[in-house]
């Protein structure tokens, strides 16, 4: 039996293709304003372009959210590429998002 490589990021889209999406990673965490009372978000870094697949989200997949998130637009995402999810807590941060469509999207997800 043959033992596994690791993945070529090079070679990681060579079947299912590619484009470059741009991804935008906020720094640090949002915060509540003592005064006003009004959520001032983290500020956001220079957008950066990552190569990645996108996929339209499967009806089977949608049966797994919440009935509210149901009418949303999803689609999955996949890149050799680090993409981050909300971390909640004092130490956490805000989720990236991602230009796709001309529409923008949050990262709700990360499997590795």
Excluded: H
């Amino acid at each position: 039996m043959r033992r596994a490589r690791g993945i070529n990021p090079n070679r990681m889209f060579e079947l299912t293709g590619y484009i470059d999406l741009e991804l935008i990673t906020p720094e640090g965490k949002g915060d509540w304003d003592d005064i006003t009372g009004k959520f001032i978000p983290a500020p956001e870094s220079d957008p950066v372009i990552i190569k990645a697949n996108v996929q339209p989200f499967k009806a089977s997949q949608t049966f797994m959210l919440p009935e509210s998130e149901r009418t949303k637009e999803w689609v999955n995402v996949w890149s050799p590429n680090e993409i981050k999810k909300m971390r909640e807590g004092p130490d956490g941060w805000d989720a990236d998002q991602f230009v796709y469509d001309d529409n923008i999207y949050k990262v709700m997800s990360v499997r590795k």
